[in-house]
Nanobody, 128 residues
Framework: QVQLVESGGGSVQAGGSLRLSCAAS????????MGWFRQAPGKEREGVAS????????YYADSVKGRFTISQDYAKNTVSLQMNSLKPEDTAMYYC?????????????????????WGQGTQVTVSS
């Protein structure tokens, strides 16, 4: 059974940084597309970044490009999201997601319905 567990959320002032991690267990295949999503109260879940674990190829939403970096630790089967220059509008519950397919490095990979497995989420709050 696949399990995704996020960690690293918290509260930070605008301009600060946080690093989220997602530990995956239950499946060892290297061929998977993993993504980070976020959902603010009253808003739809939106894709933030994706990574194809076989090729280390990444893709970002325009709203976070240049500020967020997605990466993986293959040996530990974890995916991280380094978030710099945080803004109040980045405040949301952040979710890790996985699907056993190749990523397309396009907006396709930022669509929540394209992922079969989800973590429980970790809260990020950015104050002004």
């Amino acid at each position: 059974q696949v399990q995704l567990v996020e960690s690293g959320g918290g509260s930070v002032q605008a301009g600060g940084s946080l690093r989220l991690s997602c530990a995956a267990s239950g499946a060892s295949s290297s061929r998977k597309c993993m993504g980070w999503f976020r959902q603010a109260p009253g808003k739809e879940r939106e894709g933030v970044a994706s990574i194809y674990t076989s090729l280390d190829s990444t893709y970002y939403a325009d709203s976070v490009k240049g500020r967020f970096t997605i990466s993986q630790d293959y040996a530990k089967n974890t995916v991280s999201l380094q978030m710099n220059s945080l803004k109040p509008e980045d405040t949301a519950m952040y979710y890790c997601a996985a699907d056993w397919r190749a990523c397309y490095s396009s907006d396709y990979d930022l669509r929540p319905e394209k992922y079969a497995y989800w973590g429980q989420g970790t809260q990020v709050t950015v104050s002004s």
